[in-house]
């Protein structure tokens, strides 16, 4: 049996309580109209791709240890697609279109198609363009690549339209209550597939078995089962808490 590596359990563990009381605000204040607003302070806004950012990242670290991927990428899409057409259904206003398991399906997918490509760049180059490249697109709806404020260039007009919104571009009527595109997360995720193999490389990976505290771990190893139920709960405590269904 190979070794466990704790400490990303335990990150990933954090991630998801993160998820829960975000969205448990959300629900509060969004859902619930106690302030529309709240989405859209600055903090708020940190908060979310810090969080989001987290769990990326430890999920790019982790994919060289998964066996399956194109299977288990299969399962996300498919679990991606059913939120999807649960919210529309049932909460059309707070529809969730290319959430975060339609992400991880997607990027389990491209780097699986991409592996020997992505193995063949030295891992250090492989991090340095990693960072490049999501700075460089972290900011895509704007309409242009920005590095310190500066937009760089401008994206083709074009390509703003909703059919392209897996990949980060829309429209301005775009809206979902989770949204993960690929651009710029997907730097994030091979980010951590090359911070991954880095410590591999300088034979570091042991420091990643330390971090067994189970309030972090056993989330972190039923992340994916928490995250599908979470929300349900949430809007069921919302109920006890305000008497009835928006």
Avoid at 46 to 72: D, E, H, I, P, Y
Avoid at 136 to 147: E, P, W
Avoid at 170 to 184: E, I, T
Wanted: with cysteine; hydrophobic share 50%.
């Amino acid at each position: 049996m190979g070794q466990r590596y704790h400490l990303l359990d335990a990150l990933r563990g954090f991630a998801i309580y993160h998820v829960i009381i975000f969205h448990f605000l959300y629900d509060v204040y969004v859902v619930y109209g106690l302030n529309p607003d709240w989405p859209y302070q600055t903090w708020v806004q940190l908060w979310q791709r810090n969080g989001c950012g987290l769990f990326v990242l430890v999920s790019g670290m982790v994919f060289a240890l998964g066996r399956n991927t194109f299977k288990r990428g299969l399962q996300l899409q498919i679990l991606g697609l059913l939120i999807t057409v649960v919210t529309v259904l049932v909460a059309p206003s707070e529809a969730i279109y290319y959430g975060i398991l339609t992400f991880f399906g997607s990027a389990m997918w491209l780097t699986l198609l991409l592996k020997k490509e992505l193995q063949q760049v030295p891992v250090v180059i492989g991090m340095a363009a990693s960072v490049a490249g999501y700075f460089l697109t972290k900011d895509i709806a704007s309409g242009g690549a920005n590095l310190f404020g500066k937009e760089l260039f401008a994206f083709p007009q074009w390509l703003y339209q909703d059919a392209f919104a897996i990949l980060g571009f829309h429209s301005n009527n775009f809206h979902s209550s989770d949204y993960v595109p690929l651009l710029p997360h997907i730097f994030l995720f091979w980010f951590g597939m090359y911070l991954f193999a880095w410590l591999g490389e300088h034979s570091l990976l042991d420091k990643l078995t330390c971090g067994n505290y189970k309030i972090f771990v056993y989330p972190g190893t039923h992340s994916l089962e928490i995250y599908i139920l979470h929300q349900p709960l949430l809007m069921g405590i919302c109920y006890l808490i305000f008497g009835y269904v928006p």
